[in-house]
């Protein structure tokens, strides 16, 4: 046996979500051959299981957004290192390095010679850098990878109507790629008195830590940027001559591998990955058992050569685990471990008898069992996958929605639900900075320092409770003399 | 009129190709939109018509990579970004930077468990630094963008196989999507000590300064790196327990964005890009004239759509400009300089006779005007996309090989049609070390110092003019005492 010779024992996460989170998920990430540590802390290697998963967001949102004609740029990231991610090394007088912004929107002036340049939307697939004192492998890397769009419009219309597209899309792709639910909405009030900027985000949850993170950002900066930046048009409408020069309106948008992170986090379990099939590389592996003879070995590679054809003729990205030397038990734990959905044991008995075993990796236990028909396999395990990725969306929205979320109309509520049972508030809302940083502050308000501290206003969802657009009631906050405006969402922020 | 109005002249060319290379070359990158220059000297920013080449490129070199089943990683850039990537901000103490390869190889190390892990070929998509004196884009970028495979074999025999087909991979990718010719070889001496270490390269040719380049490169390391870093595996086909310990034979192989520079390089001429159509992002340009009353404007429109759709359906890649308040020769002007391969104008003459003119990129004047009946373009448009594409690779190849280069047998030959002539020169060579430096120094040694120092032994093709494996004659260079091994190729090296 090569097991015994290599002397490798089958990988397995040795500790539990409830537990220890943030050991269980590194566990997870790791032993799923999602990431490998570099030689920096901080600093990630994204192995092909992970990279082929933001290669399948990249692909995503290639075919969702090719209706906008977006404009792919790349550009260079060493002139705007920034000095974050010189720290690592010492440098010193690195504050004087330039950022993003101060490298690219001066190109945008230059480029936006008329009108007719508008909307124009700067693509880039690139590299970031950011300080993070305690790093976690795609939630918080030093170097991370992420689409960025910075955008310019002729109007805030037109402006506006791109960030709510975007909201809309970079929500479908946590649902519909990633099964995770999110909440769209606005940034509070820090930028309310200059009301041309705001910040949409797309808030995730993740169940286990009865934490918030933000998944996808867009900044609209309103004619800000193009005032500091005197990026302008002649106004096309105009009949004197020459006509006016009127300022653009500026977006950027953002989605990182982070998304990736806040998947792993939802799903996975105490035996490792849970992927969606939809993001999974290996949607069904087919785990082939040892055959008796050379003649029974035959018939089994035919039927396996049969079954791998017919799948991937429906579509399924399928693969054969013949793996020599290894148990079954073995070889089910790996692919356990790396969260493939689902896999199938292929041996003479399952041949002689044309039925097999269907094991779901999201219910390892016996209703996670399915005896199917070899001939049948090609439209049953479509249909199964496709439950899977149903499913595990479900269970993620129930247990934000129902379980996790409270919708609050009165002070003692609104602080029981955030503070004692953790959960996710929506509470009605004055919208003013200052009492926003009096609930964040809470904490070192007497209640319970230590978690206050995490306490956020995370957004004001798009979508209400109420049944009207303004909210009619007093500010949550009895030390609060406004009227609420909305319902914001309140909860422990990442 | 809007051009007035806005007093934007058209983009031209300002220097002839033959007159002043570097300075024409700028201005074809930069006003032909697919460069623009960022902060920093070196560095440049790729706009949305190279981007989309470089993407071309990529998905060219999946689809053809495909059967080899490659691993994407993304490793992180910070932890090796090398000290001269610093430069630019002079910072002390960076020689202690690590390097790509001491990143990358303790890795390899780890992920080889056993024999059944090779061939792993680790595939990149990633930015490199380098630092150069005399930056030009895409061909001299300090920051740049390239595919690297770092792959592991267990045999020699393995990586050399690999090696060849890589080789042949890149070369095809230039003439299939490029148009350009390339003489496949390996590096001659420098490394024939150690005879597990090679370099094979794709050598490209630019006419208009008669300079060799490189334009992709296989490294074979031979054992030396699993020897250093002690990457081995049990040898599978051992009968003794344990199995032996056997080092892998190590692979790095790289193409860059260089490729387009080449290509711009090679093709483009006096008026701007001359874009090879399997490249070209646009590839056929419908320019529309001006109709003189609503009537007419409808007719032309309807026509316009129909033509566009037959155009997308034989797959051409077609885009229509119909800006209103510049003139046609302003409009024909930015689609000579930017390199579309076809235009056409549409008016509403052209409606009523059902008859156009192509005008092709690659012959400007009367011959590059064809007229073309409008319900045959969808079938007359492939075919001339296909006869340009092969006539700008053919055009190359004449001029690369019948034109410029020489096969020298003697001394005298060989000095004056690499000195005088400046041809590229295939000679019998020994394949010494010293008798290459001879060679190449002959610039110190008497016979033309400042164009000298630029030849260079450039490989030693794979296919050898003569009829024989191994070359009979003596060494080319009369001061050497050995007989030729091969004939090496010679020339002024980019």
Known sequence: MLKSILGISPPRVEVNKEDDFDTWYE?????GEM????????????????????EKVRSWLADHLQPLELQSFSV???????????APYAVSGSSSFPNAESVIYPYCRKWIKSHRDLPLQMNQWCIRFQ??????????????????????HITKDSARQEAAQILELYSLLYRDLLAIPVVKGYKNAAY????????GVVIAYIPATNQCIEGAKCHEFGQTLSKAYEITVRDPSATAEPAALLHVWQNCWRISIRALGVMVATHSDNHGLVLPPRIAETQVAIVTAQASSTDEQLILDTETDRLVSR?????????????????????FNEWIVSGTPLFIVLGPNEVTNQVVTIRRRDLLHAEGKVEAAIPELHTIIPTTLANIQEELYRNALAKFQADQTRIADNWDDFIKSLYRDK?????????????????????????????????????????QPGATEECTTPCINPTCKYSALKWAMFGYAY
């Not at 990431?35 to 933001?54: Q, S």
């Open 27 to 31: 566990q997870v990430v790791v032993k």
């Open 35 to 54: 990431i490998d540590h570099c030689c920096l802390p901080g600093y990630f290697i994204l192995k092909p299981v992970a990279y082929g998963m933001w």
């Open 76 to 86: 260079p990231i060493l002139p705007y290192l920034g000095d974050r991610a010189q």
């Open 131 to 152: 300080h993070e004192q305690n790093p976690q492998p795609l939630l918080r890397n030093c170097e991370y990878l992420l689409q960025e769009v910075r955008s310019a």
């Open 192 to 199: 309310l008195q200059d009301t041309d900027i705001s910040t």
């Open 311 to 331: 799948l991937s003729s429906a579509g399924i990205r399928v693969k054969v685990d013949d793996l020599e030397g290894y148990s079954l038990g073995w070889r």
């Open 423 to 463: 959960l996710v508030c929506l509470a009605p809302h004055c919208r003013q900075r200052s009492c926003e940083l009096y609930i964040e502050g809470m904490g070192s308000d007497g209640t319970d320092q230590a978690l206050g501290s995490h306490i956020r206003c995370l957004c004001v969802p798009l979508e």
